[in-house]
């Protein structure tokens, strides 16, 4: 991950990264998967004890296949609610299906844009996909 200092904090790759301080928030990646299958997605977090700005936040979850493919979303509820313990997000499955044809490349992220509040510390500890049996 491409970081700014003033926004992010974190050089080993199995220590999470923290969000030392943004008003926009945009964690995004991409991967490969398999056509037919149906995946979950999400992110396992927490917040600092100092973290700030999450109060009544709205965070999105958006995912899509390929780059001009349509955003599935879910609305989260606010972050705020989280603790030191690092958590799965959301709590409810978010899952898609890639159909048996067309593009199989999954674009997915984490997004806070719309309050433009300053907020901080919240830790990301690893995005994941799984495959749903």
């Not at 991409?30 to 109060?55: N, T």
């Amino acid at each position: 991950m491409k970081q700014n200092r003033r926004q992010w904090n974190g050089t080993r790759s199995n220590d999470p990264v923290e969000l030392v301080q943004v008003c926009w928030l945009e964690v995004t990646g991409s991967v490969e998967v398999k056509r037919g299958k149906k995946y979950q997605i999400g992110f396992k977090i927490s917040l600092k004890a100092d973290a700030f700005g999450w109060s009544g936040c709205p965070v999105f979850m958006m995912a899509k296949l390929g780059k001009k493919g349509k955003y599935t979303w879910r609305k989260m509820k606010p972050l705020d609610h989280l603790g030191k313990e690092a958590a799965e997000i959301p709590d409810e499955k978010f899952e898609i299906l890639v159909p048996e044809q067309g593009e199989n490349q999954l674009y997915f992220g984490l997004y806070e844009v719309w309050n433009g509040k300053w907020k901080g510390g919240l830790l990301i500890h690893h995005a994941f996909i799984r495959e749903v049996k």
